[in-house]
T-cell receptor
Framework: AQSVAQPEDQVNVAEGNPLTVKCTYS??????LFWYVQYPNRGLQFLLK??????LVKGSYGFEAEFNKSQTSFHLKKPSALVSDSALYFCAVQHTGRRALTFGSGTRLQVQP | DGGITQSPKYLFRKEGQNVTLSCEQNLNHDAMYWYRQDPGQGLRLIYY???????QKGDIAEGYSVSREKKESFPLTVTSAQKNPTAFYLCASSQQGAHTEAFFGQGTRLTVV
């Protein structure tokens, strides 16, 4: 079975500092990995995805993610956090036999001014 | 504007009642999905449909039913058999093709009163 884990329920960072939101995955075969962001009482917005190729993936709003096969990780990063980045972040994996995504439990990012 | 529209935004259900959540998309996407979101559990897949007149159970289908009579519509019925229906429900759609990202609606918050 495929799964993703987000080990941190919440991450706190000061505005202007770099941020990392962690994700590890467990899949059989090639991993297809996604990051989404959710603002309060709203749907999810796509940030970026890794399918193949470069291990560093660039996405929306200045976010990027680093795929590490040996550590089975796909951590989300941003060089300089903004207060407006405060939201709930989800990592997800797509099964090769089913297009629907399997989501992690989410990490709440709090950026302090 | 293209997108996914979920209605209503808030819905209250009495014990023993069936309710139907609407999801309409004008993105011309073939695949559509229903997820349930509970605090601390991420999103869990209820049902998905890859083509008109076809749908499959997801991970937590018990107590729910769907139909896919039109490409743009994928309504979800929460039946009285669903023992704990209070949750945030999210509809999504995606294009044909492997590893395409899903687009989400703004969600319906269902509360049992």
């Amino acid at each position: 079975a495929q799964s993703v884990a987000q080990p941190e329920d919440q991450v706190n960072v000061a505005e202007g500092n770099p941020l990392t939101v962690k994700c590890t995955y467990s899949v059989s075969g090639n991993p297809y990995l996604f990051w989404y962001v959710q603002y309060p009482n709203r749907g999810l917005q796509f940030l970026l995805k890794y399918i193949t190729g470069d291990n560093l993936v660039k996405g929306s709003y200045g976010f990027e993610a680093e795929f590490n096969k040996s550590q089975t990780s796909f951590h989300l990063k941003k060089p300089s956090a903004l207060v407006s980045d405060s939201a709930l972040y989800f990592c997800a994996v797509q099964h090769t036999g089913r297009r629907a995504l399997t989501f992690g439990s989410g990490t709440r990012l709090q950026v302090q001014p | 504007d293209g997108g996914i529209t979920q209605s209503p935004k808030y819905l209250f259900r009495k014990e023993g009642q069936n309710v139907t959540l609407s999801c309409e998309q004008n993105l011309n996407h073939d695949a559509m999905y229903w997820y349930r979101q509970d605090p601390g559990q991420g999103l869990r897949l209820i049902y998905y449909s890859q083509i008109v007149n076809d749908f499959q159970k997801g991970d937590i289908a018990e107590g729910y039913s769907v139909s896919r009579e039109k490409k743009e519509s994928f309504p979800l019925t929460v039946t009285s058999a669903q023992k704990n229906p209070t949750a945030f429900y999210l509809c999504a759609s995606s294009q044909q093709g492997a590893h395409t990202e899903a687009f989400f609606g703004q969600g319906t918050r269902l509360t049992v009163v």
